[in-house]
């Protein structure tokens, strides 16, 4: 019994390291976002890939399994921020692997726009989140035509933390 109060209440007070990923990569002309979300990097929670289509954006989660989001429900959207108030980003990377095999100058100007932004938003965090850090790489291909983009989030949080701004979020619907 101690021993299941102590893992519970590890669980509670100790930081989860959550990862989330996602690369864009047109193949075949289609545009596909791969996404994944796991647990202190070793343990997979979910993976996949999104794709849009006529209908709307369909997030394939499993080989066999497709998830359908029409267009009109993403502009009814609410946003409420509460749940993620005790959530910290300790780290964020964003890659480019860029290449035209009939235009080499497209790629370098890309480079050169990505790494602008990518300064900015470097410099930009440095003075507000000076916590985060950031990275950002761009890889260019002289004879390959390639374009990815590839991204990495690290979310720390405590369970306690979420179940307290759960429960906040809950009450303030009941009142209402």
């Known amino acids: 019994m101690l021993i299941l109060f102590v893992i519970v209440f590890s669980l509670l007070i100790f930081p ?15 545009f596909r976002i791969y ?7 070793l343990i997979n929670i979910l993976s ?4 849009t289509k006529k209908e709307g954006i369909f997030i394939h989660y499993k080989n066999d399994k497709a998830k359908l989001i029409k267009y009109y429900k993403l502009l009814n959207f609410k946003s409420n921020m509460m749940p993620f108030k005790g959530f ?6 964003l890659n480019f692997d860029v290449g035209n095999q009939n235009n080499t100058a497209l ?34 291909y002289e004879y390959k035509t390639v374009f990815n983009i590839g991204s990495m989030i690290s979310v720390n949080f405590n369970l306690l933390t979420v179940l307290l701004n ?11």
Do not use: C
């Not at 996949?48 to 794709?51: D, R, S």
């Not at 910290?88 to 990377?93: D, H, W």
């Not at 480079?111 to 507000?128: E, Q, T």
């Open 48 to 51: 996949g890939f999104a794709e």
């Open 88 to 93: 910290k980003i300790p780290k964020f990377e």
């Open 166 to 176: 759960l429960i906040i979020m809950l009450a303030g619907k009941i009142i209402k």
């Open 107 to 140: 790629p370098i100007i890309f480079a050169g726009v990505s790494d602008f932004i990518g300064r900015n938003f470097y410099y930009y965090l440095k003075r507000y989140k000076p916590h985060v850090r950031f990275i950002n790489n761009i890889n260019i």
């Open 16 to 30: 989860i390291f959550i990862n989330i990923g996602f690369a864009i990569r047109k193949t075949n002309n289609i």
């Open 35 to 41: 996404f994944y979300l796991n647990i202190f990097g």
